[in-house]
């Protein structure tokens, strides 16, 4: 819709400059992909630990490694050309920038923190399992987060609230 191709990774492999996975998924850059890319490929990560790029293939692909600068490992493949690893392959914003900026970080320590009041409080009927923060929690963050930025939205009306939860109407 913005006028970006979209394709397949093995298409996108032989023809694209800079490569950022963001899927939380395991080697979506693999084998296949390393095989054709182009001289000075760039790759980085920045969706899900450092498992989205299969770095022990490329290592195993690879007939040198090198570090040009710092966060940056240099993959020498045997026909020449170089792919250039990001930050080891982990979340790029982490291991080879300032991390996330606390504009994201305190809304996610919020979040943990009314996450674990709301257990506290509630400890006499909550099981040992995992729980999704209740949407009322994430909603309050949200709503403190944009008032101490000076923004300010519409509130959504109650017929609005009933047509958003409902298949009645607009199918």
């Known amino acids: 819709m913005d006028g970006f191709r979209v394709m397949p990774m093995l298409e996108a492999a032989s023809v694209g400059d800079i490569f950022i996975t963001s899927t939380g998924d395991i080697h979506v850059?693999?084998?296949p992909h390393f095989e054709v890319m182009k001289d000075g490929a760039i790759v980085a990560n920045s969706g899900h630990f450092n498992?989205?790029?299969n770095i022990p293939v490329l290592e195993e692909m690879a007939v040198e490694k090198r570090q040009p600068r710092t966060f940056v490992d240099q993959y020498w493949l045997p026909d020449g050309r170089r792919i250039h690893l990001l930050g080891e392959g982990?979340?790029?914003?982490?291991?080879?920038?300032?991390?996330?900026?606390?504009?994201?970080?305190?809304?996610?320590f919020a979040n943990q923190a009314l996450g674990s009041v709301y257990m506290l409080r509630?400890?006499?009927r909550?099981?040992?399992q995992v729980y999704v923060i209740p949407e009322e929690i994430d909603q309050e963050i949200a709503r403190l987060k944009l008032e101490t930025m000076g923004v300010r939205i519409d509130t959504l009306t109650p017929e609005q609230e009933k047509y958003l939860a409902s298949w009645e109407e607009g199918t």
């Open 51 to 53: 498992v989205e790029i």
């Open 90 to 108: 982990r979340l790029v914003n982490l291991a080879a920038a300032e991390g996330h900026p606390a504009s994201v970080m305190d809304m996610s």
């Open 126 to 128: 909550l099981g040992k």
């Open 29 to 31: 850059i693999d084998r």
């Open 122 to 124: 509630n400890a006499d």
